[in-house]
């Protein structure tokens, strides 16, 4: 019954921009850690962006800094994430995990903290 789905994937061109949610139900999310990975064709998994419970911690890649925000509404158990000025590096499915608690920056970029994880959705960033 636990379940984490994203969405607001798509197709945009080099510069475009896309908003992803990723909507929780089951439980309330309130007090985890929730994050975004993703992953490109060919490539590892890799760290895009988290946001504390409580928003008291929200880290980036080096990557998007810069060009992401990411969010959250806990009225509506739904995390966000931005995506500004977006390149062809940034191709790839994007997923949603969530932790209860806290994490530490080191352990919060480590995909094998996560016990909740969503199905993904793609973004494509091509001209």
């Known amino acids: 019954q636990v379940q984490l789905v994203e969405s607001g994937g798509g197709l945009v061109q080099p510069g475009g921009s896309l908003r992803l949610s990723c909507a929780a139900s089951?439980?309330?999310?309130?007090?985890?850690?929730m994050t975004w990975f993703r992953q490109a064709p060919g490539k590892e998994r890799e760290f895009v962006a988290s946001?504390?419970?409580?928003?008291?911690?929200?880290v980036y890649s080096e990557a998007v800094k810069g060009r992401f925000t990411i969010s959250r509404d806990n009225a509506k158990n739904t995390m966000y994430l931005q995506m500004n000025s977006l390149n062809t590096e940034d191709t790839g499915v994007y997923y949603c995990?969530?932790?209860?608690?806290?994490?530490?920056?080191?352990?919060?970029?480590?995909?094998?903290?996560?016990?909740?994880w969503g199905q993904g959705t793609q973004v494509s960033v091509s001209s």
């Open positions: 089951g439980r309330t999310f309130s007090r985890d850690t």
């Open positions: 995990a969530g932790r209860v608690g806290t994490l530490i920056v080191s352990a919060v970029r480590q995909s094998e903290q996560y016990p909740y």
């Open positions: 946001i504390g419970w409580g928003n008291s911690r929200i």
